[in-house]
């Protein structure tokens, strides 16, 4: 009889133990997420394996030499300040924390969706420092912060567990560009310095092979076969409508510009065929937050996405 209860306790204990254990990754309490757990997978390293950059160095624009005309980066323009950061930087780190004059940036790089984007780093007059957790949904980076250890996915934009859930970042717009495009654009830009304070070897990209494969590394929950799942896109979601500009469409403009309505509003649209970008901009000439990404995470976050197709 002592050995049957002994029995039923460790029974009883290792289910209730085990249950918590499979809703942590990577240290973090995947209970209560506001996704489907499951949908959650380890990318490989552990949490802060991909170091983010927290005291970024800049250099100017006429130093940076290591750049060359075509070459990819994410440029971000606020309080008067322009800055760009190498995407041959930014795919060993996919983090910068950064500050333009008072004002707390995040800049975030998902090689594998190719989604390059900057928020607004503060929540109530909090400044949030963000991180790589190791952990992905849809293929795209979870992103923490160390104020309160939430996971963050980039894409949505959003908190999807802890303390924060359910909060929201505000994206920046950020230009997704050759280097060449954004200097002429602001010829006084800073570069973010190779002097990153870590041994890496930014001459060589560790995902060159992914990108023009047709594979993807990590499970996605919906995919759409329209379009080879890493065709470039412009994406724009507004009042709660989305819509997906392919770049092959983009490249049959005469004028690269295009006006559109989404979400009951006049967007403009310009779209550089020689550095491979775009930006959106409203009926003001304001520009607008658009993310240039793979088309397979642009469906992925955004299954009911309309498409843009020429007549």
């Not at 990577?26 to 380890?42: K, M, R, Y």
């Not at 007059?125 to 790589?132: N, S, T």
């Not at 495009?181 to 070897?201: A, C, K, M």
Request: net charge negative; with cysteine.
């Amino acid at each position: 009889m002592k050995y049957i209860y002994s029995s039923v306790f460790l029974v009883l204990l290792l289910t209730v133990s085990s249950a918590p254990l499979a809703q942590v990754m990577n240290g973090f309490d995947l209970s209560g997420a506001s996704i489907d757990a499951s949908e959650i997978h380890h990318g490989g390293p552990p949490r802060d394996g991909i170091p983010s950059i927290d005291q970024p160095r800049f250099i100017a624009a006429d130093e940076a030499s290591f750049l060359q005309p075509d070459d990819r980066i994410l440029g971000v323009y606020l309080e008067g300040i322009a800055r760009a950061y190498p995407l041959a930087i930014l795919n060993w780190h996919e983090v910068v924390n950064d500050t333009f004059g008072d004002v707390p940036v995040t800049v975030t790089f998902c090689p594998l969706c190719a989604s390059g984007m900057a928020f607004a780093a503060e929540i109530e007059q909090e400044r949030l420092d963000f991180g790589v957790s190791g952990l992905l949904y849809n293929s795209d980076v979870l992103l923490y912060d160390h104020q309160s250890e939430s996971l963050w996915s980039q894409i949505m934009s959003q908190a999807i567990s802890g303390p924060m859930k359910g909060v929201q970042l505000e994206f920046l717009p950020t230009s997704h560009t050759s280097w060449d495009e954004w200097r002429s654009r602001h010829p006084d830009t800073q570069v973010l310095s190779t002097d990153t304070g870590f041994r890496r070897d930014y001459r060589q990209n560790p995902y060159a092979s992914y990108i023009n494969s047709d594979r993807l590394m990590f499970p996605v929950a919906m995919q759409d076969a329209r379009m080879h799942p890493k065709t470039y896109v412009i994406g724009v979601n507004l009042n709660g409508e989305q819509k997906a500009y392919p770049f092959p469409e983009l490249m049959e403009l005469t004028d690269g510009r295009l006006e559109d309505n989404i979400g009951g509003e006049l967007i403009s649209l310009e779209f550089d065929a020689q550095a491979q970008t775009g930006r959106v901009f409203d009926h003001e000439g304001t520009e607008l937050p658009s993310l240039i990404a793979f088309w397979f995470a642009w469906f992925g976050f955004h299954p009911e996405t309309r498409v843009f197709e020429l007549p």
